[in-house]
């Protein structure tokens, strides 16, 4: 079979798919007054991340949508790019006017997804729903295997041990053995990425929720998010209290509510969609559905 015949029955699977989630949008959006719904959805079951085609599909829809009742964006993703998480913030504000969007966490939007809900005037979440740390991440191949560090304890390591080289009054030679394996223009990068992805949280918090709040409060309430310190580790989860507790807007349904109920049905057949159809992406409404195949 040649390949644009098997682009062409992908893209007719991946239309029938989509008939099988319009009347959950149909039926969710009518539970929430008519505002509209819109997924962006990546998996978690391939290596893929948040990147700046995901915000260029999400304007794609959003530029034929009618959103004079609001926006509600419905994410799940394991995160990937700031600077694509601050594009979409940027667009999801400008199309939404002044409406201003929300964002509900079915399960899991962690790291850059994060950032995306910090940017949102609401973030509607379960008892089980997770957010995470928007410390960087950084892939170093090692003896050809990708291993995954925090951007934050490499910092923090090497700064360490340089402070340790400087301090010593004994032998200084094993502290430059270990030095001499970091490139200070690396760590000169890392520290970048890390005052990066703050930046975009911070603002975009100043930006709409804690407007009332300076930059310096801001780090202070939401330091959770941006050190590794609190929860120990980038993976693990913050949930809705403690979102609460950092002064986000969070509204917190509970899970035998008929919403979310709605909510939970859709984010099933996305994620499915997502994970074992060839589709490792998903931008979608009732109306259009964009995906990246695998």
Not at 76 to 84: K, M, T, V, Y
Not at 232 to 246: E, N, P, S, V
């Amino acid at each position: 079979m040649s390949q644009k015949l098997i682009f062409d029955k992908i893209k007719e699977e991946q239309g029938q798919y989509h008939n099988t989630r319009v009347s959950l949008y149909r039926n969710l959006e009518k539970s929430l007054g008519g505002i509209r719904v819109v997924s962006f959805f990546t998996s978690f079951a391939y290596q893929v991340m948040i990147e700046d085609q995901d915000a260029d599909m999400l304007e794609a829809i959003l530029q034929k949508t009618d959103l004079k009742n609001g926006l509600i964006l419905l994410i799940n993703s394991p995160g990937g790019d700031g600077l694509a998480a601050e594009k979409i913030i940027n667009i999801c504000r400008t199309y939404s006017g002044t409406n201003k969007y929300s964002v509900v966490v079915p399960s899991r939007a962690k790291s850059a997804a994060t950032m995306v809900c910090l940017g949102a005037e609401k973030i509607i979440m379960g008892k089980t729903s997770e957010l995470g740390p928007v410390d960087p991440q950084w892939l170093i191949e090692e003896n050809g295997k990708p291993k995954i560090y925090s951007v934050y304890r490499m910092i923090q390591n090497y700064r360490k041990l340089f402070d340790d080289a400087v301090s010593t009054k004994g032998n200084i030679q094993p502290f430059l053995q270990q030095l001499a394996t970091y490139d200070p223009r690396d760590i000169a990068d890392y520290q970048a990425a890390l005052d990066t992805a703050e930046d975009i949280s911070v603002k975009a918090l100043k930006a709409c929720v804690l407007a009332h709040r300076t930059e310096d409060e801001i780090k202070k309430d939401v330091e959770m998010f941006l050190k590794p310190e609190t929860v120990k580790t980038h993976g693990r989860a913050i949930y809705a209290a403690d979102a609460k507790k950092c002064g986000l807007n969070v509204d917190l349904i509970n899970p035998t509510d008929p919403l979310w109920i709605k909510v939970y049905e859709l984010f099933m057949r996305l994620n499915n969609y997502v994970s074992r159809n060839n589709v490792a992406k998903c931008v979608e409404s009732f109306e259009y559905s964009y995906f990246i195949g695998v």
